[in-house]
């Protein structure tokens, strides 16, 4: 049998692939543009090539035969492989998208944009939300989304906080009179329940404003008290922006890290924003770390 791939014609092996994964001579000349003759004709010259029948013919389609089914399996990679090649040409073009939680971007990321776009003066970065399926890189708690690989070790632990604007809170009042600020992650419940020991209430009234990071907004122009992530509101508090209004925390014991679709992680601009990204939050936890010692 002949082996070297200059001996087999391109047009052959296309065929024999649409072919083999559609079922149909006429679903593949569908596919390619030409008509169903022609794929026939191409496959037949491919078979001659080949010296081995690659399809058994029915009136109704066609099905793969045994050698050819080993066969279609690493064709079918192949061209996966030369499409990602083509495609791969133009990333270079394409900014890199990176999903994070609402208030994290806000709290984290908006503090250090500054100091990412010094550090990465090339990068063209889009900031997208944990719901993007195109993200090249997610920083999420827990499992990875469908289609992602975690990356690294863990970054920090989810460690949710309860914030206010200084003096929205009246003192000794507690929570009464004030907004409790909700977002779709519903933690206000388990927060009560977990931090407050007051039990799991039955229904909590306030303001639902979506996703965290319009909570955390709330809370910055004092409507109300809104539950972020402690990274995410470190910042603000030692500013004086925001304010702690009770000493306790909700941890989950999940920790965040950062994920990513396998293939887009051979992307130069991906690979130095995901070492930028581990970079600051291990320096951010030390930088915690020795306050809190201190």
């Known amino acids: 049998m002949l082996t070297g791939l200059e001996h087999l014609p391109l047009n052959g092996l296309r065929a024999f692939e649409a072919a083999g994964r559609l079922g149909s001579f006429r679903a593949a000349a569908e596919e390619i543009g030409v008509s169903q003759g022609a794929v026939g004709q191409h496959v037949r010259g491919l078979e001659e090539k080949l010296r081995t029948e690659l399809f058994e013919r029915h009136p109704r389609g066609v099905r793969l035969t045994r050698s050819g089914w080993r066969m279609h399996a690493r064709m079918q990679r192949a061209f996966e492989h030369m499409e990602d090649a083509v495609a791969s040409l133009h990333e270079e073009d394409r900014p890199v998208r990176l999903a994070i939680p609402g208030d994290l971007a806000v709290g984290w990321l908006d503090p250090r944009r500054d100091l990412l776009l010094a550090a990465l003066p090339g990068l063209t970065l ?3 939300t944990l719901e993007d399926a195109e993200a090249d890189l997610v920083l999420i708690a827990g499992e990875p989304p469908t289609g992602m690989v975690p990356i690294g070790a863990a970054l920090f632990p989810s460690e949710i906080v309860a914030v206010a604007k200084p003096g929205v ?24 329940e977990g931090v407050l020991k007051l039990g799991r209430p039955a229904q ?20 109300g008290v809104a539950l972020a992530e402690m990274r995410s509101v470190r ?10 209004v009770e000493p306790g925390a909700l941890r989950s014991g999940e920790n965040y890290r950062l994920c990513g679709p396998a293939q887009t992680l051979a992307r130069p601009e991906v690979r130095s924003l995901l070492d930028w990204v581990t970079a600051e939050m291990a320096q951010d936890s030390m930088a915690a770390r020795l306050k809190k010692s201190s």
């Open 126 to 128: 889009e900031v997208t």
């Open 169 to 192: 809170l009246a003192e000794g009042r507690g929570f009464a009179g004030v907004h409790l600020l909700h977002d779709h992650r519903d933690l206000w419940p388990a927060f009560i």
């Open 235 to 244: 910042h603000m508090i030692e500013t004086g922006q925001l304010e702690r």
């Open 204 to 223: 909590l009234g306030g303001l639902r404003l979506g996703d965290p990071e319009a909570a955390l907004t709330g809370a910055l122009t004092g409507q």
